[in-house]
Structure formats: C-alpha cells, structure tokens
C-alpha cells in the first residue's frame, strides 16, 4: 500500500466551480501535511499547510482528519489559472512524502 | 535572482556513461534534498544534508553519490547510467529539518539515458 494515495483525475471542471481533491496516508505517526501543487514541466510548489483544525486561504480549504488519516483540499470559484496537478504531502518526520496528484484541468 | 537552481535543465546521454548534476541555493537554507521524479509523475526522496552531512539516504542504489562542499550546494553524481534513471530529477532545500517547514524545489533536471 502506497504512503499516500490520491484519486489520479483527470477532473475537468467549468470556471466557478468547485472541486474537491481528498487523500489517505497510511502512516498514522505523520507529523505534518501539506498541498503543494505542479504545474505541467514545472517544479511542486507550497499551496497551503494543512492543520487539525482546517484553514482556508482565499479560496482554498484544507481539512486534516487525523482519526481517519484523511486530507481534503476544497477549491471554490476555480480560476483558469487553477488549472494544475495538487499533490497531497505527508511527513512522517524525516523526509516529504508525495502523492502521485490529482490533475485539474479548468475550462472556460 | 533564482533561490533554487539546478544545472543542467536537460541532459540526454547514453548507458553506461557518468553524469552529475549541480544545485545550488541562495536562500541561506541548511538542509538539502535530491528528489526524482519517474515518467508516473511519483516525486520520491532519495537523499537530504543537513549542514553538509548526510541524514536520508532512501534505498536508492550506490551508483547515485550526492555530494555537499557546502550548505548552498548540494551535487548529485551518478555513475554507469542505465535506462531506469531516465527521470526528472528536483533539489530541494528547507530552512532546518522540521517536518513543518516548507520545501523549495528548484526547477528539475530532465535526464534521457539512451
């Protein structure tokens, strides 16, 4: 079993939509958990830290489930510019544990 | 004003032959991580310094030495390249060691063995 797996996609959504992206990790002792996001033949980038108590930042929502092992990403209103793969990241405390991504594509 | 960057971007070069690539950060970051990205987009750890030493060496075979002359670089060697290291390969870099703490990539090296 993977460490952390995600749903591949592709989603294809409108513009204004809102999409959710979740993930299950498997290791329970995982210290910290993260969104980065990549874009086509481009380096992963930081989209948002993800705590117990869920945060937000402008349109993104992130929720954690410990209990479950669980992390979901929310995006509201989504934008052309969303357009991206979403990475699900885990920590388990020596080293950054990727997800394969799930690819979102935004259409006009 | 690049704060991750790697050389080459692109390198395709035949089995059997040696190659490195270099990464240097300009971001005062003391920890370091190669990382390598296989044609299924999986993005896995291979290696990370801390302070120039060695603290992740996944299990990643001994023909790849990462090499740290100081805490701004982080090289990465591979000798006898085979078919399976064609790959993208991400540096890294993270103020500490913290699980918390946000990790920098640099722009990839795209490596075709032939």
């Known amino acids: 079993r993977k460490e952390v797996e995600q749903d591949p996609g592709p989603f294809n959504v409108p513009e204004g939509a809102t999409v959710a992206f979740n993930c299950t990790y498997s290791n329970s002792a995982s210290q910290s958990f993260f969104w980065y996001r990549q874009d086509c033949r481009k380096e992963p980038k930081l989209l948002m830290s993800?705590?117990?108590s869920g945060n937000e930042d402008g349109r993104f929502t992130a929720q954690l489930n410990r209990a479950s092992q669980y992390i979901s990403l929310l995006i509201r209103d989504s934008k052309l510019s969303d357009s991206a793969t979403y990475l699900c990241?885990?920590?388990?405390?020596?080293?950054?544990?990727f997800g394969k991504g799930t690819s979102l594509l935004v259409t006009p | 004003d690049t704060a991750v960057s790697q050389t080459p971007k692109y390198l395709v070069t035949q089995m059997g032959n040696d190659k490195s690539i270099k990464c240097e950060q300009n971001l005062g970051h003391d920890t370091m991580y190669w990382y390598k990205q296989d044609s299924k987009k999986f993005l896995k750890i291979m290696f990370s310094?801390?302070?120039?030493?060695?603290?992740i060496n996944e299990t990643v075979p001994n023909r790849f030495s990462p090499k740290s002359p100081d805490k701004a670089h982080l090289n990465l060697h591979i000798n006898s390249l085979e078919l399976g290291d064609s790959a993208v390969y991400f540096c890294a870099s993270s103020y500490g060691t913290a699980t918390y703490n946000e990790q920098f990539f640099g722009p990839g090296t795209r490596l075709t063995v032939l």
């Open positions: 310094y801390n302070n120039k030493e060695l603290i």
């Open positions: 990241v885990v920590n388990p405390g020596y080293a950054l544990n």
């Open positions: 993800v705590y117990s």
